[in-house]
């Protein structure tokens, strides 16, 4: 069996935000051959998408699991569906949001259901800040930079405003 290392963003803004994260994040635990291994603290930032949308709230994890890339997307699409996320509109409100940014360092994965690392990443404040709290020295192919590297070059980083501490089975 091959682990993998996983970081995953996690984001909701529907709600109780911090309950569906939390709930999100006791069903990934929950996951066949899976461990959480860190969660970042949570950081609400401003909407991207529609006007009229509330807050967000989001935060990064890191998982180790057996689970290929595929079939990790598939449990994850699975826990957003269970927590009631509707995908009616692109970059609309939602109760939560679990994306796949990287596998372990340096790999890369593309498929019509999913790219690794997250094709957005590089530009998103509001992920790369919490990635950087649990995992500033992990790898981004293909040109190897660090999220730490990544972070500092982001623009906006300034509106990603620290809410709390890491989320637990609360």
Same mark, same amino acid.
């Given at each position: ?6 970081? !995953? ?31 970042s603290?949570?950081?609400e ?16 994890? *890191? ?6 890339p ?9 826990? *957003? ?9 692109r970059?609309g409100?939602? @109760? @939560? ?13 593309a498929?019509?259901l999913?790219?690794i ?9 509001? @992920?790369?800040?919490?990635?950087? *709290? !649990? ?9 190897g930079?660090? @999220?730490?590297?990544?972070c ?5 980083? *300034? ?8 989320l637990?089975?609360?």
């Amino acid at each position: 069996m091959r682990w993998h290392t996983y970081h !995953i963003a996690l984001g909701a803004n529907l709600g109780d935000r911090e309950s569906y994260l939390a709930s999100a994040l006791r069903a990934i635990r929950a996951l066949p051959e899976t461990r959480l291994s860190r969660v970042s603290s949570l950081y609400e930032t401003r909407p991207v998408g529609p006007a009229g949308q509330g807050m967000y709230l989001n935060a990064a994890a *890191e998982l180790r699991s057996a689970l290929d890339p595929e079939m990790l997307l598939g449990c994850l699409l699975g826990i *957003e569906a269970a927590l009631g996320r509707k995908r009616d509109v692109r970059w609309g409100a939602r @109760v @939560v949001d679990l994306d796949i940014l990287l596998c372990g360092d340096r790999e890369q994965h593309a498929s019509p259901l999913l790219i690794i690392p997250h094709p957005m990443l590089r530009t998103r404040p509001f @992920v790369l800040v919490p990635l950087a *709290e !649990i995992a500033p020295d992990a790898v981004c192919p293909p040109d190897g930079r660090t @999220v730490r590297e990544l972070c500092a070059d982001v623009q906006h980083k *300034e509106d990603v405003r620290w809410y709390r501490k890491p989320l637990q089975d609360d």
